[in-house]
């Protein structure tokens, strides 16, 4: 079974600054990987997917992410942090295969001004 | 495309009754469909998956008798929580996808508080 972890429930980053947030997984096989976004009070929102392909994936608000095979993770960054980036994170990912979707813990992201 | 819609977004009822969360697929034909429940600061726990026209599939210490999914068409599943207590307060969302093993779609989510 795949696992998804994502360390620091609570991310702080100054307007501006870079966001990084950290995923790793253990998948015996190809996975599909996922990031979502969800902001209070609602449901998730897909900002990037990684199926097969290009490992840079490129997606909604200036987000992206890159699939590394030899460190099993796929890391989302966006250069420059804005206020309304503030929001619950989650990594996710499927086994090629599997129906279920593995969920991380999440990161709360809290931009300061 | 691809919009999963959830209704009601809110419910309060009180302790021993039950309670419908209907999820739909707006613009495509889901053949799964997901319910998922998230606890205040938690991730999303996957309770069971439901495929059109057959049982669900529960996942383990889930009770099926407490929550009765039905997914009677290709664009509804409901879930009913039945004889609601206070500990069954939570977010639900449900998720929507045309190949199983690929991308979920997922509702806006069922605030549900018992009291």
């Known amino acids: 079974a795949q696992s998804v972890t994502q360390l620091g429930s609570h991310v702080s980053v100054s307007e501006g600054a870079l966001v990084l947030l950290r995923c790793n997984y253990s998948s015996s096989v190809p996975p599909y990987l996922f990031w979502y976004v969800q902001y209070p009070n609602q449901g998730l929102q897909l900002l990037l997917k990684?199926?097969?392909?290009?490992?840079l994936v490129k997606g909604i608000n200036g987000f992206e992410a890159e699939f590394k095979k030899s460190e099993t993770s796929f890391h989302l960054t966006k250069p420059s942090a804005h206020m309304s980036d503030a929001a619950e994170y989650f990594c996710a990912v499927i086994e090629y295969g599997n129906n279920r979707l593995a969920f991380g813990k999440g990161n709360q992201v809290v931009v300061i001004p | 495309g691809a919009v999963v819609s959830q209704h009601p977004s809110r419910v309060i009822c009180k302790s021993g009754t039950s309670v419908k969360i209907e999820c739909r697929s707006l613009d495509f034909q889901a053949t799964t469909m997901f319910w998922y429940r998230q606890f205040p600061k938690k991730s999303l726990m996957l309770m069971a998956t439901s495929n059109e026209g057959s049982k669900a599939t529960y996942e383990q210490g889930v009770e099926k008798d407490k929550f009765l999914i039905n997914h009677a068409s290709l664009t509804l599943s409901t879930l009913t929580v039945t004889s609601a207590h206070p500990e069954d307060s939570s977010f639900y969302i449900c998720s929507a996808t045309r190949d199983p093993a690929y991308e979920q779609y997922f509702g806006p989510g069922t605030r549900l508080t018992v009291t």
């Open positions: 990684y199926t097969t392909g290009a490992t």
